[in-house]
T-cell receptor
Framework: KAGVTQTPRYLIKTRGQQVTLSCSPI?????VSWYQQTPGQGLQFLFE???????NKGNFPGRFSGRQFSNSRSEMNVSTLELGDSALYLC?????????????FGPGTRLTVL | GQSLEQPSEVTAVEGAIVQINCTYQ??????LSWYQQHDGGAPTFLSY????GLEETGRFSSFLSRSDSYGYLLLQELQMKDSASYFC?????????FGSGTRLLVRP
């Protein structure tokens, strides 16, 4: 069974631009979560989607948004990029709900904002 | 607020046993998970405790005490490949809240 895939793997953008990251969950998994990982803040929860509905959201500004499609694939968008948005963005999928279920992480997208 | 505390760094010798502690303060607690992350890699699931007590999976064991808001990960027969960062994470209302991670260095 294929794992979680994320595209692109690396991205360089400049301040003020916007970016869209993509995540394809493991087949049969309907829950997709997004996390931001930085050396200073660690792994921080962005949002979680299940059956195209956002069920929970972390403490990030409105510039961070996401969506999920009917095939469970998910995208996250960051608008008006800031230098502090440079991070590894990880998505994770699970079968039903992230609570009590194993989350399987993708390799991440390394975003650098110049 | 919600917070998890775990040691930032632990060093141990190959073949030894190491325990990584995690204390948490959070609402809506469902369980405690542990993840391993090698440098440059993605976090991978190690263990989950939904109930109090010990869970054993091979060389790794994890413990939870809900009354003490405390858990730990125990790694036995340490191997060099166990050098990595270890994160505890609280299941809370459709999201995982991660601790800041413990960097484990295994020395020969």
């Amino acid at each position: 069974k294929a794992g979680v895939t994320q595209t692109p793997r690396y991205l360089i953008k400049t301040r003020g631009q916007q970016v869209t990251l993509s995540c394809s969950p493991i087949s049969g998994h309907r829950s997709v979560s997004w996390y931001q990982q930085t050396p200073g803040q660690g792994l921080q929860f962005l949002f979680e989607y299940f059956s195209e509905t956002q069920r929970n959201k972390g403490n990030f500004p409105g510039r961070f948004s996401g969506r999920q499609f009917s095939n469970s694939r998910s995208e996250m968008n960051v608008s008006t990029l800031e230098l502090g948005d440079s991070a590894l963005y990880l998505c994770a999928s699970s079968r039903d709900a992230p609570v009590g279920d194993t989350q399987y992480f993708g390799p991440g997208t390394r975003l650098t904002v110049l | 607020g919600q917070s998890l505390e775990q040691p930032s760094e632990v060093t141990a010798v190959e073949g030894a046993i190491v325990q990584i502690n995690c204390t948490y303060q959070t609402s809506g607690f469902y369980g405690l998970s542990w993840y391993q992350q090698h440098d440059g890699g993605a976090p991978t699931f190690l263990s989950y405790n939904g109930l109090d007590g010990l869970e054993e999976t091979g060389r790794f064991s994890s413990f939870l005490s809900r009354s003490d808001s405390y858990g730990y990960l125990l790694l036995q027969e340490l191997q060099m490949k166990d050098s990595a960062s270890y994160f505890c994470a609280v299941d809370s209302s459709y999201k995982l809240i991660f601790g800041s991670g413990t960097r484990l260095l295994v020395r020969p």
